[in-house]
């Protein structure tokens, strides 16, 4: 508790004291909580713009300084150092594994790969060219009817191989997605390979020929896996403690975490960005695109580009950015013409009075697409590909919400502003 006081009063001379809470880092958070008990009003902040939705131990942003930290670390020093796998044990227990902490972790996660072939047979209902957000929401949400071991939220024990299942299962989930749209057989994971060189192979490998991993495609996927597991309490995540406070089958609140994921406005941004840039076609048209992003009759945006949190550059985008072109370049994909295109784009848009004044920098979206296509991922996959990584910060803030014995369901209020009560009248009396 911080000792400023805030007050609170009305005409009527009642007042609230609301208490100032300070966290670790950031602002400080001024809790509202008995303010309707003591006025009677509410607080009205649509899209959460000033409101924290809870505590939590487990991401900081800095956005004005473009700062990402997973339990404390900086994301630039797991992205260099860590692999994915670290960082979501780091994320889901708070510190890093020593050796044999890393050694359990790892071979359960391993162990839950296969999913009940039931699961598999529910593709047999969907059209070949479903979108593979579609069909994860679906298939994600389906496992909610299986695993009945293990529903008890409130076992602790319970929760961890709800955890281990869902981030283990989620590769093997994705690979079929994307199977069903290609019509190929389903490849069942392989157990010795490591968590990227699987999901690889159950993408690309037919029963036909062998299939060999490319280390540096699985190194890729790796990184981008790391930038992609936790960012606090952005929508998706939102959505998964609110299912989920409700006490609900945490599958079910995982698919819900799924379908928010998906909109262009969030994680769909990453397939947005590269249709986009199809779009766009050629540098000459770069100040087009630009002047359409600034008009706001044109219904338009810069995809990839813009951050509710970040007001600077998304640390994440810059990793990235600095990767593309040792990526492409080892893939022998160097001369890429979207890169190009996306770094001039960049050039242009953070050179304009527009971006500049309303602080719109690249966000994880703008550069993630190029390297996800290079490692031959299409377009309409990459948000399925953000999901995988997400599962981690998903399911380790539901599991802080649920472990914490204070957890309310959430049920926000509102502004009402429909008609005031009045009478039903009869349909005949009606004009
Ligand atoms: N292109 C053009 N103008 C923009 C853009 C953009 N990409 N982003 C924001 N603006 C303008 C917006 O029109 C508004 O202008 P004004 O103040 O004159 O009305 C101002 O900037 C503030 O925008 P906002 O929509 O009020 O900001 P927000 O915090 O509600 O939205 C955002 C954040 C990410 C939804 C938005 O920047 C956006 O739509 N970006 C493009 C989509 C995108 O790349 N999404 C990925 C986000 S990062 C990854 C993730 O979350 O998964």
């Not at 339990?71 to 044999?100: C, D, H, M």
């Not at 769909?268 to 695109?289: F, P, Q, R, W, Y």
């Not at 602080?359 to 299409?378: C, E, M, Q, W």
Request: glycine share 6%; charged share 20%; aromatic share 10%.
């Amino acid at each position: 508790m911080s000792n400023k006081i805030y007050k609170l009063s009305d005409p009527s001379g009642k007042t609230s004291a609301p208490p100032l809470r300070e966290g670790t880092l950031g602002p400080a958070t001024l809790d509202i909580a008995t303010l309707y008990r003591d006025l009677e009003i509410f607080t009205f902040d649509p899209g959460f713009v000033a409101t924290a939705s809870c505590e939590s131990k487990i991401t900081f942003i800095d956005g004005e300084k473009g700062v990402l930290l997973y339990r404390g670390y900086p994301v630039e020093q797991l992205a260099e150092k860590s692999s994915f796998l670290e960082v979501a044990y780091l994320i889901l227990y708070g510190e890093l594994p020593t050796n044999i902490q890393f050694e359990a972790f790892s071979n359960s996660i391993k162990r839950h790969s296969m999913v009940n072939e039931a699961v598999l047979r529910f593709f047999t209902g969907f059209h070949y060219d479903a979108h593979p957000m579609a069909m994860l929401t679906a298939v994600v949400g389906s496992l909610s009817a299986f695993y009945h071991d293990s529903t008890d939220i409130h076992n602790p024990k319970h929760r961890e191989v709800f955890a281990h299942r869902i981030i283990s299962k989620m590769p093997t989930l994705a690979a079929a997605v994307y199977k069903h749209g290609t019509g190929q057989p389903f490849v069942y994971p392989k157990n010795e390979l490591g968590y990227c060189d699987n999901f690889l192979n159950m993408l690309f490998s037919v029963p036909a020929e062998p299939y060999h991993v490319d280390p540096v495609s699985a190194e890729a996927l790796d990184l981008l896996f790391i930038l992609h597991a936790d960012h606090e309490q952005n929508a998706s995540t939102s959505t998964v403690r609110l299912a989920g406070s409700s006490g609900t089958n945490p599958y079910a609140a995982i698919a819900a975490g799924i379908a928010t994921l998906w909109g262009p406005a969030h994680g769909g941004a990453n397939e947005a960005v590269l249709n986009m840039l199809k779009e766009i076609g050629d540098v000459k048209n770069i100040d087009k695109a630009i002047a359409k992003a600034k008009d706001k009759n044109a219904g338009f945006r810069l995809m990839g580009f813009g951050h509710r949190v970040y007001k600077n550059y998304d640390p994440r985008a810059k990793i990235i950015r600095a990767t593309c072109h040792k990526v492409l370049q080892k893939l022998g994909r160097a001369d890429d013409p979207q890169l190009e295109l996306a770094l001039r784009l960049e050039e242009i848009a953070l050179k304009d009075e527009y971006f500049i004044e309303k602080k719109l920098y690249p966000n994880v979206d703008f550069y993630s697409g190029i390297i996800y296509r290079a490692l031959g991922i299409p377009v309409h996959m990459m948000t399925v590909l953000f999901a995988i990584a997400r599962t981690v910060g998903w399911v380790a803030h539901w599991q802080e919400m649920i472990a914490d014995p204070h957890m309310k369901i959430g049920r926000p209020r509102q502004l009402y502003t429909g008609t005031a009560k009045r009478d039903y009248m009869e349909i005949g009396k009606r004009i």
